[in-house]
């Protein structure tokens, strides 16, 4: 991964509350920002793209997108003029039906947590956007905390770099930095399993790029502890973390190519025995597929694997306005792919022409 660059867009570096709310601040109406309501069902297939723009509103602000579980079609649900990259989404707590939308770097070069509304026409900042810098995942706690992954290099409320885990009270009022700095260089996602907390870095272990080996698997108590080292992965830019099982996951890698590494068209592996030693935990090839070129992110439903790929083409409809791209031929507007997890058999599972770099697909009920 290029350390210059943005690992969702570069690989190779690579929501609403008045102000007067608590665990708000710089709260305004966004009178310019464009959504259609969400239908009443559940659960909810959402899925984050960091350029896509579907109401017209000029310069690839992104947007979050509802797939239909049944139809597996997409409808575009929120997108604003405040957006940048908003590279993850979940439910939002505090006000049930709302989003709380996470933005890698939003114009100054500051990442945000944005609270939308649940009808989506307003957007507001949460306080939260205070400690952050360039945020790549979020996830919930079992206490409602929210835990937020960030791989900037120096933080504002002097938390040192690079790198940091920020764990915030479920009302966001209250932070804490759970790990910062070395080992850590680019945080890139985060998952919460009973009492124990993973954090997936993209780079750490790396010792030269051109080795094309690199990524790991850290661990911490929720509740407390030092960071430990829970795998050593050897892939090349890891972006996201699936539980899969104890001690057991699935790694997305957006440019370990099993084929051909100088490829860089990325796969899903397995990670086993990750609650020992890491000298004991074991990564293989779990999925690969032709058709992918820039996997970012997986998610587990009904007994398949989900697959974000922002880069392929499966609709041929030729390189995205953008042209962001960074495999062979990578430079499409992406799709959703299903893979059995028990045959490994891969089929599409959504795409859409209003697509552009999609990033991360989430279950919200």
Known sequence: MNPAGNPLRAPLAVLLVLAAL??????RPDPSAKAAPPAARAPRLLLTDVDADPFGLGGFPGAVFEIDPQTQAATARVSSPEFRDPVDVLEDRERPGGLLVLDLASIGGAGHLWRVSPDGARVEETSASDHLVDPTAMTRGPDGSLWIADRGARFPDGTPGPGALFRFSPDLAECEVACSGPPLLAPSDVVVDGGTTWLLDADALRRDIADLSEGALFRIDRRGGPLELAAALHLVSPLSLVPFGAAKFLVVDVNADPVERARLRGAVYLVEGAGGAAASAKVS?????????DPSAGLLWNGKLLVVDGSSDPLHLGDDP??????VDSKGRGGVYSVDVETRAVTLFCASPQFVNPSRIRLVE
Do not use: N
């Not at 090839?285 to 070129?293: C, E, H, K, M, N």
């Not at 953008?322 to 495999?327: E, L, S």
């Open 285 to 293: 090839l779990f999925a690969r597929d032709d058709g992918w070129r």
């Open 322 to 327: 953008v042209g962001v791209g960074f495999g």
């Open 22 to 27: 608590a665990g708000c601040r710089g709260s």
